[in-house]
């Protein structure tokens, strides 16, 4: 293997670990982040702790978006930090390789990975979004079976509520019943028993609550008196209250809608009326230009990761995630004047990608072709300085003397 094929090899397995190491610890903070809040949100809504995990997976495909730049620029900028701070980066340019020769590899990361993040942001994470709103709904609606809290009244429908002392054997055997139930025209049945259980029926629409033990109470304008009954076994049907459907995909956010359909929308003529136009157009623009945006980490990161002369400063880290996140805080914000109207969608998202563009290759003109530049050295300085003056004021505070003890 020729000594650049080499290189190029120890520069690949250099980038990987802290770029995936980086991805999966973005991914499992945010993903914890939200987890204790969607527990809290499932409980509270009576439904069955299994769907957190259906709730997470659909967040995921969101997570990686913005977790796939940042991982990719902290590999490169760790990877040639490593280089930079053991000299090994001034021996490969001692040797004729330069930084445009270098940045060989960091591309072949970040064209795949763009490629990835653009079928992510593109339709996987449509998809799961819609996802995740269905089964918002269901959770509000009862779809997903709500869970009968012990020893409160629940409201099951509009026409029934049942409450009991204890659950045993995984909610199989219910203990102290009381449920009343409105059938309408001025029925109403109640009854109170030891013990019960849920049935399934030939309909599905209908389960069957056997009592037994118990009493039960049936009024109706039809009876002169209440109607009691005193039953060992009794089986009380109880129809499903019905549970309205959730919407189509698509039919009002924007973020469910594919790529393609976003450009059909946009600017395809498909559009019903001028702000579906232009929602279009901003999510279309925002998601094309954060995409584009993973081709100029590379030299973001590069530009970032060498710090000057005998200095370990980690300042680059620090300005290389302030970049990227703050970038993408100004995409949210254009991307929501956009779809207002407020201005031009691709004006709106792709002045700052130039603007920030432009800024990049300078810095990275900064570093590859001109002798001991340093496109951050200014903000070295200045911290450097602010450092100092922080360390000098600290120590000349006057501390406070003990007092002393009389004799």
């Given at each position: 293997m020729s000594r650049l094929g080499l290189i190029d090899r120890y520069l690949a397995r250099s980038i990987a670990v802290p770029l995936f190491g980086s991805l999966v610890l973005a991914a499992m903070l945010l993903v914890l982040d939200k987890m204790l809040r969607l527990f809290q949100y499932v409980v509270d809504a009576g439904g069955p702790v299994s769907v957190v995990w259906r709730m997470l997976?659909?967040?995921l495909p969101e997570y990686l978006s913005l977790g796939i730049p940042i991982g990719l620029m902290l590999g490169i900028l760790l990877a040639f930090?490593?280089?930079?701070?053991?000299?090994?980066?001034?021996?490969?340019?001692?040797?004729?390789?330069?930084?445009?020769?270098?940045?060989?590899?960091?591309?072949?990361?970040?064209v795949p990975l763009a490629a990835l993040n653009l079928f992510i942001v593109g339709?996987?994470?449509?998809?799961?979004?819609?996802?995740?709103?269905?089964?918002?709904?269901?959770?509000?609606?009862?779809?997903?079976?709500?869970?009968?809290?012990?020893?409160?009244?629940?409201?099951?429908?509009?026409?029934?509520?049942?409450?009991?002392?204890?659950?045993?054997?995984?909610?199989?055997?219910?203990?102290?019943?009381?449920i009343q139930m409105d059938r309408g025209k001025g029925e109403s049945v109640a009854a109170t028993a030891e013990r019960g259980r849920f049935l399934s029926t030939d309909d599905a629409d209908v389960i069957l609550f056997r009592l037994s033990k118990g009493r039960l109470v049936q009024d109706s304008p039809k009876f002169p008196t209440p109607r009691t009954l005193a039953f060992d076994s009794y089986d009380l049907p109880i129809s499903l209250p019905m549970i309205d459907q959730f919407r189509g995909r698509g039919s009002n956010e924007s973020d469910e809608l594919y790529l393609h359909e976003l450009w059909r929308l946009g600017y395809g003529g498909g559009a019903t009326d001028r702000h579906q136009r232009l929602e279009a157009q901003a999510h279309f623009n925002f998601r094309l230009v954060e995409v584009v945006?993973?081709?100029?980490?590379?030299?973001?990161?590069?530009?970032?990761?060498?710090?000057?002369k005998r200095s370990s400063s980690g300042l680059g880290i620090f300005v290389g995630i302030v970049i990227?996140?703050?970038?993408?805080?100004?995409n949210q914000y254009a991307e929501a004047a956009g779809a207002r109207g407020h201005i031009d969608p691709a004006v709106a998202l792709w002045s700052p990608f130039i603007l920030?563009?432009?800024?990049?290759?300078?810095?990275?003109?900064?570093?590859?072709?001109?002798?001991?530049?340093?496109?951050?050295?200014?903000?070295?300085?200045?911290?450097?300085?602010?450092?100092?003056?922080?360390?000098k004021t600290a120590n000349a505070v006057p501390r406070p003397r003990a007092a002393s003890t009389p004799a």
């Open positions: 997976a659909n967040l930090r490593k280089l930079a701070l053991s000299s090994e980066l001034d021996a490969l340019r001692g040797i004729g390789i330069g930084y445009n020769r270098l940045l060989r590899v960091p591309f072949l990361y970040a339709y996987l994470e449509p998809y799961t979004h819609y996802q995740y709103e269905g089964l918002r709904f269901d959770l509000k609606s009862g779809a997903l079976g709500a869970a009968i809290k012990v020893g409160e009244f629940n409201r099951l429908g509009k026409h029934l509520t049942l409450r009991i002392d204890r659950s045993e054997h995984k909610g199989t055997q219910l203990q102290g019943i009381f945006m993973m081709l100029m980490l590379p030299f973001l990161a590069i530009a970032l990761a060498i710090p000057p990227v996140v703050a970038y993408h805080k100004i920030l563009a432009a800024l990049i290759f300078w810095m990275y003109h900064i570093l590859a072709h001109k002798p001991g530049g340093q496109p951050i050295g200014a903000l070295e300085w200045f911290f450097a300085k602010s450092a100092k003056y922080v360390r």
